[in-house]
């Protein structure tokens, strides 16, 4: 009979503890109210953050277990919400001039749960980048999935889905959402 969780059996020691690392760093990322000291927080852990960005309150970053905050990588004038998700198993870029809304869930991964779980077959893991290009705006409690693009000058409407590569200069909406118009530059 097996005493231990089924996790030991999946993950590596490296891996569980590099988990509780960032776990205990996140301890003090939340005693860091401010912006700009959870900004210099971020950046002396791997992120990289240019200038006059804005990250408000109650931000969350999970699997930091995969490559730390280096994945994460965060352009000038870019505001973030309060109650943002960062999946951080792959990068998350965010150019330019770029407003995220309050509760946006950026997710760089899928994975249905153990290696036995009956979904595996169907559902294997799938795991990439999520990229904001310059000048776009994300609504309110909107998610962009693995492998998506937010092409340039983008307005993505309050609570959409995005999935795929956008057209740049439009507006989408919906779940999952649709291309509504082009933005007139």
Do not use: W
């Not at 960062?86 to 998350?92: S, T, V």
């Not at 310059?134 to 998506?148: A, E, R, V």
């Amino acid at each position: 009979m097996n005493f231990l969780p089924k996790y030991f059996s999946e993950i590596s020691s490296g891996r569980l503890v590099k988990y509780l690392f960032y776990r205990c760093i996140m301890v003090f990322y939340k005693i860091l109210f401010i912006s700009p000291l959870q900004i210099i927080f971020l950046k002396l852990f791997g992120a990289e953050i240019g200038k006059n960005t804005i990250i408000e309150e109650n931000c969350k970053f999970i699997n930091l277990y995969v490559n730390g905050f280096k994945n994460l990588k965060i352009g000038n004038n870019v505001y973030i919400g309060p109650n943002c998700i960062f999946d951080l198993a792959n990068e998350i870029i965010i150019e330019d001039n770029v407003t995220l809304s309050a509760n946006i869930f950026l997710n760089t991964h899928l994975n249905v749960g153990y290696s036995d779980h009956p979904l595996m077959k169907i559902y294997p893991r799938r795991d990439g980048k999520v990229i904001t290009k310059s000048g776009s705006f994300i609504g309110i409690n909107s998610t962009i999935l693995n492998n998506s693009v937010i092409a340039e000058n983008n307005m993505i409407a309050a609570c959409s889905l995005i999935n795929f590569k956008t057209e740049k200069n439009s507006m989408y909406a919906g779940i999952p959402a649709k291309k509504i118009k082009t933005i007139e530059l």
